[in-house]
């Protein structure tokens, strides 16, 4: 293909706005999650954000896998201290270009792809929770800058590296710990979670969650099929496709849940 990452990412925020019925001028503040692009500046909300004319305050944040839990937390605290009425969220992610293509263990996994919601006022976010565990072995990618002759240090370019059964215990201990510490702060039983949203690192990351959690496995929708691991986007592609099945009702409780790279995980309950 020869599409570009900003063109997801602003095909997904432009239906987002649709959907929301806000015009560009509506709009306050901008967040995007991005790990990766081919430009290293200016980030990828000011590029997106010159395809769609916005002229409001925008940042990106480097907050991989849980990218969309952390924006959404930001973002909600700008609105609760009143300087913001209506934002948007994006996720633009292509992991695919992260990963060696040698490495059939690791590029696999992985899909690009964009999400995106506006937030407004009425909208009910019951809480967030964010979570760090600091340490870079686990998954980690490194590339080269623009020779100087004033640095000497040995750099070298190298893809993803992950180390697998280690990724996978923090991902289901951060995930179904962080979730029930957050339920159990906003009041809210498990048991009462219409839907838990989790990020869509592996099919076996995820069985392993829904049984540690104790509840249906029909209130965890799984889409990792169809589009692989895309890291921040996965939240927000599965909230777009649940929806568009008509799967939500109005005050139903739903679970956001993601973990990844950092080691950073978070969540977020929403009444929709």
């Not at 020869?2 to 925020?13: F, S």
């Not at 503040?29 to 590029?47: A, D, K, Q, R």
């Not at 930001?74 to 992260?98: D, F, H, L, S």
Request: charged share 25%.
């Amino acid at each position: 293909t020869d599409e570009n990452l900003e063109d997801l990412g602003t095909d997904a925020v432009r239906k987002a706005l649709e959907m929301s019925r806000l015009k560009v001028e509506d709009i306050d503040l901008f967040i995007v999650s991005n790990v990766v692009s081919e430009y290293i500046t200016p980030g990828m909300s000011c590029i997106i954000g010159e395809k769609l004319g916005l002229k409001c305050p925008m940042f990106d944040i480097n907050c991989a896998c849980p990218g969309f839990v952390y924006a959404l937390d930001m973002a909600e605290t700008y609105y609760k201290a009143g300087k913001i009425k209506n934002a948007i969220v994006a996720c633009v992610e292509e992991p695919t270009r992260m990963a060696s293509w040698k490495d059939r263990g690791t590029c696999v996994l992985f899909g690009d792809g964009a999400g995106a919601v506006v937030l407004t006022e009425g909208d009910n976010i019951k809480g967030t929770k964010l979570h760090a565990e600091p340490s870079k072995e686990e998954i980690w990618q490194t590339r080269t800058l623009v020779d100087t002759p004033y640095i000497t240090k040995k750099e070298e370019s190298v893809p993803m590296q992950m180390k697998g059964r280690e990724v996978f215990k923090f991902a289901v201990k951060a995930c179904t710990e962080g979730v029930q510490s957050l339920l159990d702060e906003v009041g809210i039983d498990k048991s009462d979670v219409a839907y838990f949203m989790i990020h869509q690192a592996n099919q076996r990351i995820i069985d392993s969650i829904i049984s540690f959690m104790g509840q249906p496995a029909v209130k965890f929708p799984v889409n990792i099929t169809d589009h692989g691991n895309s890291s921040s986007a996965s939240c927000p592609i599965l909230l777009d496709e649940c929806n568009r099945k008509g799967m939500f009702k109005k005050g139903d409780i739903l679970v956001f849940s993601a973990f990844g790279a950092g080691l950073l995980s978070g969540a977020a309950v929403v009444e929709w």
